[in-house]
């Protein structure tokens, strides 16, 4: 979690930052870029803006005109005639530089970006001209009543004078993964909304494909097809309600009248128990019984579920492993053909996490919530089982699922408690989630779908909850079919929060790594996390000299440590002094009102720990290094933010949460 504190002198502590920036041998570096300042170890970056020329040397002829917002390295400044020029390269080894006008650039101190949220049941963001015009906006109380209308008027081509309102989000989803685009954070700020401070961001914004036509307002080209993958505990307390599962799906499968409907809808299912490591006669920890796939065989689906029985033998723990089997779900390739994708949790106990408890997920409610939303547009609903059995775990599982089922667009919890375990309530529960997610099918065809009439007396009822997810979903199928894009606003201001709602996101951030900082970084944590290992038991308050006598040990030698690409020699330095964890990766946060967990933890506060909260400290970092692992290996959503880079200057979008 980032928190938004601003720390701009961090840095200054530090005798030697580790070097998070591209890691290549020292024979194949020609130059180094300029640093951002003599203690920073991130290198000086330019974003081109629209009247950008690329030339030879200053004050020569063009040579190029690079695409809008392309970013390059500052490899040397000067001036001439009272005009400051920059040396620029695609590349950060210094090959086959440009000189630019430095007025023709925007600095961008760090790869720091912005991404639309859905923009499901929240007002659009607008993008104002200045911060005292965005100010002025968000202070009027009939701000709620006209940011919809300006958004339309701005969206049609219309102006609004005298509001500063120059851009709007459009009204379908603008998916960061299946489009990618740029909202690079120029600066950022802090201002006040109801006495509470809220953040505001300027920053710059282009596609990074030319906008095209929209296509007209016909029927979309592609059906919208849902997808859906049962994720279920099958300990030995579970047989009845497995068998009810099953039942509900042959009972929807059943009221899919025609063919066609048959074809834009899908089925997937897993099973979950334990870890096998402490219980050998679970079987498994997770299993597939059935991928999501296009082609949905009904047959072959139960011929399969025939198979999954609770098991025979006691868990370990109350708790079950139910991470593991909902990371294997959503790591079902299947997904990308689906437009509402939604995965249903059946449960009647709380999720292990962590090693220490038994976990092989490699991940946490909070971290698998963000990936499953942001990453790979996936909604969880979970069907919680309160039975006498685990009355006293009720309270601890019910939390865990409020984190794992957030979704950005909903007001609800996506977690619905079955009293008593009742096998009955449960049915109904499960035909009206399955029902009401079939239904997307049809409504999504004509038109975006109203709420269904419950949600005016129950807004927190089944079918309303599952019908804001759908509209979420309808959004973003809407803005693929449409082509939707973000707006040519180059820069502006703009809240991250709903207009309103203050109290929801609307901008999400993002950093942008390449492989190679990705790797130093997973590195630079596996570090950490040997030395803390080896000394987290000791004295809490030797605990930082013994960690600054380790670090440098395994520093000097960066290739005994575990690397996502072993070819790459880490590019790490020796670390002396430091008064904090943060100050490890504080360079990516300096002067912008983010700051890492890792900023938080200082003698005094390791100290204050109790030996569990150290160790839950450990078992974070061991989670974001599974993260990392699945990042490296998502070939398909590196991208290139400057034509002429090469391979090495792909990055990666990774949430910012998703940081240590």
């Not at 070097?19 to 330019?46: F, H, N, W, Y």
């Not at 929807?252 to 074809?263: Q, T």
Request: glycine content about 6%; overall charge negative; aromatic content about 8%.
């Amino acid at each position: 979690m980032f928190h938004p504190t601003s720390r701009p002198g961090a840095l200054r502590r530090l005798v030697l930052g580790l070097a998070l920036t591209l890691a290549l041998p020292v024979s194949a570096v020609a130059r180094e870029p300029l640093k951002i300042s003599d203690e920073s170890p991130l290198d000086q970056r330019v974003l081109t803006r629209p009247e950008a020329i690329l030339r030879d040397a200053p004050d020569a002829n063009a040579v190029k005109k690079p695409p809008v917002f392309s970013t390059y390295y500052v490899f040397a400044r000067e001036t001439r005639d009272g005009t400051e020029w920059l040396e620029l390269g695609a590349n950060r080894t210094g090959a086959e530089t440009g000189w630019m006008r430095a007025d023709e650039t925007v600095a961008w101190k760090q790869t720091i970006v912005a991404s639309f949220s859905n923009p499901a049941d929240r007002i659009p963001v607008l993008f104002f001209e200045d911060k005292p015009a965005l100010e002025r906006f968000v202070k009027d109380e009939t701000m709620s009543t006209r940011a919809e209308l300006l958004a339309q008027t701005v969206r049609s081509g219309g102006t609004v004078p005298e509001t500063g309102v120059i851009a709007a989000e459009p009204a379908e989803y603008v998916s960061f993964a299946d489009q990618f685009y740029l909202l690079p954070i120029l600066d950022a700020d802090e201002i006040s909304v109801n006495r509470r401070k809220r953040r505001v961001v300027e920053v710059a914004s282009i596609n990074q494909k030319p906008a095209a036509p929209r296509p007209a307002a016909t029927a979309p080209q592609q059906p919208f097809r849902v997808g859906v993958v049962f994720v279920v505990d099958t300990s030995m307390s579970m047989e009845p309600f497995i068998e009810r599962t099953k039942q509900a799906i042959r009972n929807i499968l059943k009221k899919v009248s025609s063919e066609a409907e048959n074809d834009q809808l899908s089925f997937g299912m897993v099973g979950f128990r334990s870890s096998i490591k402490e219980t050998p006669g679970l079987e498994y920890t997770a299993k597939e019984f059935y991928p999501l796939q296009r082609d949905f065989d009904e047959d072959a689906f139960f011929r399969a579920l025939d198979d999954m029985h609770a098991s025979t033998v006691s868990s370990h723990d109350f708790d079950e492993d139910g991470l593991s089997g909902l990371v294997m779900a959503s790591e079902m390739p299947g997904w990308a053909d689906f437009d509402g994708r939604y995965i249903i949790y059946v449960t009647d106990a709380g999720m292990l996490v962590g090693e220490n408890q038994g976990s092989s997920a490699g991940t946490t409610p909070d971290l698998f919530a963000s990936r499953a939303q942001k990453d790979l547009g996936i909604a969880t609903f979970a069907l919680f089982l309160k039975t006498k059995a685990g009355r006293a775990y009720h309270e601890d599982a019910l939390a865990q699922l409020g984190v794992l089922t957030r979704l950005d667009s909903v007001s609800a919890p996506l977690v619905f408690p079955i009293e008593n375990g009742s096998v009955a309530e449960f049915g109904t529960r499960v035909d009206q989630l399955t029902q009401s997610l079939v239904q997307q099918v049809r409504a999504a065809e004509a038109e975006l779908a109203p709420p269904p009439d419950i949600c005016e007396s129950n807004p927190e009822a089944v079918e309303c909850v599952a019908s804001q997810a759908g509209r979420a979903m309808q959004l973003a199928w809407l803005g693929r079919q449409t082509q939707a894009q973000a707006p040519d606003t180059y820069e502006a201001w703009a809240a991250d929060f709903a207009l309103d709602d203050p109290s929801r996101r609307a901008l999400n951030a993002r950093v942008l790594l390449t492989r190679n900082q990705l790797n130093d970084l997973y590195v630079t944590l596996q570090a950490l996390n040997e030395v803390a290992g080896q000394a987290i038991d000791t004295d809490p308050t030797k605990f930082f000299s013994v960690l600054k006598t380790q670090l440098a040990h395994v520093m000097r030698d960066p290739s005994q440590l575990e690397a996502l690409d072993p070819s790459a020699r880490a590019n790490v330095a020796q670390i002396t002094e430091f008064d904090d964890l943060g100050d490890l990766l504080g360079a990516y946060f300096a002067d912008l009102p983010y700051d890492s967990v890792l900023g938080t933890i200082t003698p005094e506060t390791w100290e204050g720990m109790s030996p569990s909260g150290r160790h839950e400290f450990l078992e974070a970092i061991k989670q974001k290094l599974a993260m990392y692992e699945l990042y490296y290996a998502d070939t398909d959503n590196w991208v290139s933010i400057n034509p002429d880079a090469g391979e090495g200057e792909k990055v990666y979008p990774i949430p910012l949460e998703m940081m240590p």
